[in-house]
């Protein structure tokens, strides 16, 4: 097998990291620990949660009680004061005004607590239902963000490793082309090239240190697509062995993945819980037009007295009081709508158009997953040949190359046949470094549309890194 450069090409880039490279499990752990994206889908989850708690407290007992503290005052701002001879006011010891009366101020206080359960209301019982099968929507959908996150990772992973491949095939290009620009300009100073040589030299090994220089840039854009999941830097990551399995997706038959993911997909699965969520929604909306009973059961106690009532020289004293008993009170109220301005048949209107929409976008969700399923099962069958055919190209292109080159030593090719052969090897090689990597992705993203991918996908994935 000559895979001479790539070979070597690897192995200078993995050397510095092999002793603490971090794997893909590793990344995956980071992930499920700061993914900011799987932690909303997880609280909204919970949120959602908690609305099958509220709609059910409805059905339960309600308990209110209420405590009132009143005071009044009958001589208000028209009070009148003794006075003397002259006219003026008499005071007292303290040297306030002498009223001439004072009826004082009353006070009364009101205790009552209600209990009251809801007997007869089908609209509450629906939207439990409602609150019910949104709640398991919301956990379906937290189930498909989790296996999302799986080839999230892997995705953002792999293509790390794909754009450092990348640096690395340009950089050993551009060597090569450095090369390839001494000697052609070693062959002008002693006459056995035109200048046109060395410059097509240079041209090509301008150019490629502009990709060096794209291709570092590129690669430290994956590096933070990576971080951005994880929460960690993504330096030192190990990189894909090179004999790969080069397996067919079991079972080998598409209908069988869509038959599995149609049932087993997490996204469908929430798709169908809001539908039947929005069902219950209408027969809330319904319900409406429908009589509700409710029982009551009451107590409620009042307390009056008066407080500073006489004349002057009582001031101060207490007087009067009324201790009132306890009220108890136990009923039923039957409540009946008659006409609520049309606002009824509105809802139901609208929620049969919510359903609709429910509905369109199941089936929405269930074709994309339909032609996700067949395109990744149509991908992983067609990586198996294109792995193969990269490796085929990588050999033939490093032939091509040096064999171009030995003919340029004997004046039977020119410069720009040889930059030529090199500019192919350089994408061969860059070409099978993104099958290999693509065709295991694939693999993941086919078992994550049939809702089948799990850690174990993740643990058989990282088996083949070193």
Avoid at 121 to 133: F, H, M, P
Avoid at 165 to 187: G, I, P, S
Avoid at 361 to 378: C, F
Wanted: no cysteine.
């Amino acid at each position: 097998m000559r895979l001479k450069l790539l070979t070597v090409a690897l192995a200078l880039a993995a050397m510095p990291f092999a002793s603490h490279a971090e794997d893909l499990l590793d990344a995956y752990r980071q992930a499920r620990a700061n993914d900011p994206v799987l932690s909303q889908a997880d609280s909204t989850r919970l949120a959602t949660g908690e609305g099958v708690v509220q709609a059910r407290a409805l059905l339960l007992p309600q308990i209110n009680a209420q405590l009132s503290l009143n005071q009044s005052d009958p001589n208000g701002p028209s009070r009148s004061f003794v006075t003397d001879a002259a006219g003026n006011p008499v005071v007292d010891g303290a040297g306030n005004p002498v009223l001439t009366g004072d009826a004082g101020h009353t006070r009364t206080r009101d205790l009552s607590a209600t209990i009251s359960q809801s007997v007869l209301d089908l609209s509450r019982y629906a939207d439990l239902k409602a609150a019910k099968s949104s709640s398991q929507a919301q956990d379906a959908t937290y189930e498909a963000a989790l296996q999302q996150l799986t080839t999230r990772v892997a995705t953002a992973y792999f293509q790390v490793l794909t754009n450092d491949d990348a640096l690395t095939f340009a950089k050993a290009n551009e060597q090569a082309l450095a090369r390839q620009l001494e000697q052609a300009q070693q062959r002008f100073d002693v006459g056995l090239s035109a200048i046109t040589d060395v410059q097509d030299a240079k041209a090509q090994h301008d150019t490629a240190v502009a990709a060096v220089i794209t291709a570092e840039n590129t690669l430290a854009d994956a590096r933070e697509a990576l971080t951005q999941i994880t929460g960690k830097p993504a330096d030192n990551l190990k990189k894909l062995r090179e004999q790969l399995p080069m397996d067919a997706p079991s079972p080998n038959d598409p209908k069988a993945w869509v038959a599995e993911a149609v049932k087993s997909n997490p996204s469908i699965i929430a798709s169908q819980y809001n539908v039947d969520s929005a069902e219950h929604s209408i027969s809330s909306a319904r319900a409406g037009h429908l009589p509700t009973i409710d029982a009551t059961l009451g107590y409620s106690k009042t307390t009056a007295w008066t407080q500073n009532a006489g004349t002057a020289a009582s001031a101060g004293t207490l007087g009067s009081g009324n201790n009132g008993r306890g009220n108890t009170t136990v009923g039923l109220t039957l409540n009946v709508p008659i006409f609520s301005g049309g606002a009824t048949q509105s809802r139901v209107r609208q929620s049969i158009y919510q359903r609709d929409a429910a509905q369109d976008s199941l089936e929405a969700t269930r074709r994309q997953v339909v032609r996700d399923t067949l395109n990744y099962y149509r991908s992983v069958v067609a990586g198996i040949s294109k792995v193969e055919a990269t490796k085929a190209a990588v050999e033939s292109s490093e032939s091509a190359r040096d064999a171009t080159q030995a003919g340029f030593e004997v004046g039977t090719r020119t410069i720009v046949d040889v930059l030529i052969a090199q500019q192919n090897l350089t994408q061969a090689l860059s070409d099978y470094s993104q099958a290999r990597h693509q065709f295991i992705l694939d693999k993941l993203l086919l078992k994550q549309t049939a809702g089948t991918v799990d850690v174990k996908d993740l643990e058989a994935v990282n088996a083949l890194l070193q």
